[in-house]
């Protein structure tokens, strides 16, 4: 059906109405006395989601924008920097650190997989001279979640600083910048924070900040030491995307009023449901501890003889649903049903029932309902 | 009145109510084929605007991220960069170069002077080495605007690259990309274009191109390369601004169906007869000359005894009018009013008007309604 589409994609996720609505205004004067005052409550707000002191930047930008943000105000030509990834876009982070000169080590883990402590420790032990160490939280990709608390502690004991991609990660998971030792973290605007993509967020410690003033070309747009000063006037170094902020500013508020501590909560129970569901009809997950598995997104595998695109097919065409597929070389191996930002115990319920009526429709035999009912049951534990 | 700010400064613009509509939409899933039809119109009707062959890139930023986005590709360390600066847009082409390591050569008008073309081919015969020469086209902190089609032949003989900042000089004034030899061609979406902030553009020529593929640092995010590769999918690299994307995308149906030479014309009769009123009612132009005035925005000067905070407050207080001030060393010395996208000879009646009342209300001595009727006459002719 026309205008019937519902994302359940790692983002851009949908949007809560009043949020919508803020778009379609017209654009706000951007050094207005009236824009500064919305900027004002936003930055104070996105401080409490970052769970930081610090402030926190914004840029007009996608999520991409912000981790280039973090690389170019630290890196000079030479420098080590040790990349940790599980996935796309921890290997993105390589890439980025790569286009400013950097001398990379890459540590990779297995699809699915998490990095493991004790390797970390090792790599920071024999290369002493390790500046920055790169991590993704929640890997969009394959739907790991690394244990950030672990891993920037052994982080700061070594003297490196740590960057961490939290793009699908907050609201969606506990992330505490300041109490778990991270150095630098960025998100995005279309994920937890439920709104459009086209924002992106950065905060940095002290100590990066020290480093940052060493830095010889830091970026110019995103440049952590002009976007600091604008800030501190509760305004941006250049015209920002207002419309979006305006939302965010919405978004925000709804995000103060359910708590932050209650939105992981919610994140959690719905991703754990949601797998119990899956693993009820029959279908494998390829994140298989639940420890170890992302609150925003779930990735599982097709069950024999039924492909990735045929599933996403179906629930796009009969039941207007979009689900991603993998990427690179995931695609057509899994598909990934999101439960990142404005989704409801209502959605995930329509979600499972569709995926039901869809695999049924392409042959899957299975006890049709018991995703549903274990669903439920989870739900309402 | 609450709801009523109309703006008339130079971006954000005011919005067609359809291309508004298109913000409140859910976002679209960014890698879907049904985002991927709308990109390629909006790439096709892009190079339409920039009147080239070439293709048109689109970024997630403001107009300034355009602008990192031309010189990051460009420069390496050292590079000798020329920059012709008549106001402060132009001088930010020097710091983003400085920020890159070049060694720039800065010429500088008087405000609201414009570039003479005698000495942009001084300046280059005295240095045979420069590989850049940056400009600004309509320069938004004073209201004047080069003669880009001389200057940037000028560079063409002399072999070094022109950049041509076009953020407030596209749809608003004839701009032709191919036909004038320009290299470099930015701008960005709150302004000719119409709709809100988040987005900019550039184009850049097989002989850019060539240069940047020696760049050894070019930008991440804004890659020209990786642009290019993903624009020839229908897609870009990373999540775009799927809903001010869709929002371009009938802002741009709009400029198609004007025809960009009609909407030059709109642009240059409003301004002119802008022009016109304003010396009718007695206060004096900062740029005196019609022939270098730029046809988005014009700089003011105040009566005497009359300051630009109390003009902008009372327009602002009274008639819900928001005009811009000046910048920097112009601050309270000029105030400047946009003609700039999404506006009728209706607005410019009204905005006219509602200065003549506030310049009567702050004790100004003139013969009210002398610029309307002069504005009418021109408007007429």
Redesign the interface.
């Known amino acids: 059906m026309k205008d019937k589409?519902f994302?359940m994609?790692p983002?851009?996720?949908?949007?809560p109405e009043s949020a919508?609505?803020e778009?379609?205004?017209?654009?706000?004067?951007?050094r207005?006395k009236e824009f500064s005052n919305i900027l004002k409550e936003v930055f104070e707000n996105l401080k409490y989601v970052f769970q930081t002191k610090n402030d926190v930047f914004l840029f007009?930008?996608?999520?991409?924008?912000a981790m280039?943000a973090a690389l170019?105000n630290l890196i000079n030509?030479g420098d080590k920097v040790l990349c940790l990834s599980i996935g796309n876009f921890g290997a993105r982070w390589e890439?980025?650190a790569k286009?400013?000169?950097a001398e990379v080590i890459e540590i990779e883990a297995k699809a699915g997989d998490i990095i493991k402590p004790e390797i970390l420790e090792e790599e920071l032990n024999k290369n002493k001279d390790i500046k920055i160490v790169t991590l993704t939280h929640s890997e969009t990709s394959t739907g790991a979640a690394n244990d950030i608390k672990t891993l920037c502690s052994i982080i700061k004991n070594h003297g490196a600083l740590s960057i961490v991609d939290g793009i699908t990660s907050l609201c969606a998971m506990e992330f505490k910048t300041d109490e778990w030792n991270i150095d630098v973290a960025v998100s995005?605007s279309?994920k937890g924070f439920m709104i459009?993509?086209?924002l992106s967020f950065l905060t940095a410690s002290e100590k990066a900040f020290k480093m940052h003033e060493n830095c010889?070309?830091?970026?110019?747009?995103f440049?952590w030491s002009e976007h600091k000063k604008s800030l501190s006037k509760d305004t941006t170094?250049?015209?920002?995307?207002?419309?979006?902020i305006c939302s965010l500013h919405t978004s925000l508020k709804m995000i103060r009023e359910e708590g932050i501590e209650n939105i992981n909560k919610r994140h959690k129970k719905l991703t754990l449901a949601l797998r119990s569901a899956i693993r009820e009809i029959g279908l494998k997950l390829l994140v298989e501890d639940d420890k170890n598995a992302s609150h925003s997104i779930t990735s599982i595998l097709p069950p024999e003889n039924i492909t990735v695109p045929d599933i996403r097919k179906t629930l796009k065409d009969d039941y207007d649903i979009?689900v991603a597929n993998g990427q690179g070389n995931l695609e057509n191996k899994i598909f990934r049903i999101g439960t990142l930002g404005f989704v409801s115990e209502r959605d995930l319920i329509m979600a499972v029932g569709s995926l039901e009526a869809s695999l049924i429709k392409l042959g899957y035999k299975f006890n049709v309902g018991s995703g549903v009912k274990k669903l439920i049951e989870e739900l309402n534990k």
């Open positions: 589409t994302l994609i983002g851009p996720t949908p949007m919508l609505m778009m379609a205004k017209h654009p706000m004067a951007h207005s007009t930008a996608s999520g991409t924008g280039c170019e030509e890439k980025i286009s400013r000169g995005g279309q459009a993509p086209g010889k070309f830091p970026s110019f747009y440049n170094p250049f015209t920002p995307a207002v419309n979006l979009i």
